[in-house]
């Protein structure tokens, strides 16, 4: 649940209201960021437990003994109303019934959290670009430059503590340089940018480590060029040409927000240092 005012304390008794009085009692279990707590049912005043989502309700927050603070929306007689009978209490804290603490005991609760807090990606990335060949296969030069991804859903979602996708995209710009790509007798050089652009689809094995794939279109950029014809045309047409990227990689998070990447494909072999935020 998502809290417009004050967030409660761990283990706090919370009443949701609507206007037609009250609804369920929660005690809270967990704390998140973004105002944001997860709470366990522990009575119900109606036939339906289940709060709506995307509703708003009005969270009365037990603080101290008969004293309720109430949300922005609410007048000042909400503040200090008493809680229904069913909800014991005792000065500077709220407590369950003998019979409650065993009911909760019986349950297994697991707490669904989203591992990826943050949706998008900057990074620093060095490694080889996979390049063709001017004669026949293929040239792999030193290459470095960045890397932007944004997470765009999560399709499956799992519905897991322990395994959870995401799908997003990737956005690479690399730079390298080669010299004597073709039999020339004067040498040549070429300075180039190749970018990839990719879909990326991944799954979490833990809140920080995923493993994914990808795949996309990888266009090289001549920036700047030179040698003899007729090698140097043929050179240009071979470097400037579309090629296929595919590939896997592994993401790992090293520090809060900061991710270490690994990824091999038909596009390149690299390592990505990135920011989360």
């Known amino acids: 649940m998502r809290s417009a005012g004050q967030v409660p304390e761990?283990?706090?008794?919370?009443?949701?209201?609507?206007?037609?009085?009250?609804?369920?009692?929660?005690?809270?279990?967990?704390?998140?960021?973004?105002?944001?707590?997860?709470?366990?049912?522990?009575?119900?005043?109606?036939?339906?437990?289940?709060?709506?989502?995307?509703?708003?309700?009005l969270a009365l927050i037990k603080i101290r003994d008969l004293?309720?603070?109430?949300?922005?929306?609410?007048?000042?007689?909400?503040?200090?109303?008493?809680?229904?009978e069913n909800l014991d209490q005792e000065r500077g804290s709220a407590f369950l019934t003998s019979e409650e603490e065993l009911e909760l005991q019986s349950l297994v609760i697991e707490e669904v959290t989203n591992f990826e807090q943050e949706l998008s990606l900057i990074a620093f990335r060095v490694g080889l670009v996979i390049l063709p060949g001017y004669e026949s296969g293929i040239i792999s030069p030193a290459a470095s430059g960045i890397r932007f991804s944004q997470t765009l859903m999560h399709p499956i979602k799992f519905n897991s503590s322990r395994f959870q996708d995401s799908a997003g995209v990737d956005f690479s710009l690399m730079f390298t340089k080669?010299?004597?790509?073709?039999?020339?007798?004067?040498?040549?050089?070429?300075?180039?940018?190749p970018v990839t652009l990719a879909g990326r689809y991944g799954v979490f094995l833990n809140p920080l480590m995923s493993v994914y794939g990808y795949a996309g279109l990888m266009k090289t950029f001549v920036i700047s060029s030179s040698g003899d014809e007729p090698a140097y045309s043929e050179a240009l047409a071979l470097l400037s040409s579309f090629s296929i990227?595919?590939?896997?990689?592994?993401?790992?998070?090293?520090?809060?927000?900061?991710?270490?990447?690994?990824?091999?494909?038909?596009?390149?072999?690299?390592?990505?240092?990135?920011?989360?935020?």
Request: hydrophobic content about 35%.
């Open 10 to 57: 761990q283990d706090q008794l919370v009443l949701i209201k609507n206007d037609g009085g009250p609804l369920v009692a929660l005690k809270v279990r967990k704390i998140y960021k973004d105002s944001e707590f997860a709470g366990q049912v522990v009575r119900s005043y109606g036939p339906d437990e289940s709060l709506v989502n995307g509703e708003s309700y």
């Open 245 to 277: 990227a595919i590939g896997v990689g592994a993401s790992i998070e090293i520090g809060p927000q900061w991710v270490l990447q690994f990824e091999a494909g038909t596009n390149q072999l690299g390592i990505n240092m990135g920011l989360k935020f």
């Open 67 to 84: 004293d309720l603070q109430a949300s922005d929306t609410e007048d000042d007689a909400a503040a200090t109303a008493e809680p229904p």
């Open 178 to 193: 080669l010299s004597g790509y073709t039999p020339s007798d004067n040498g040549d050089s070429f300075a180039l940018a």
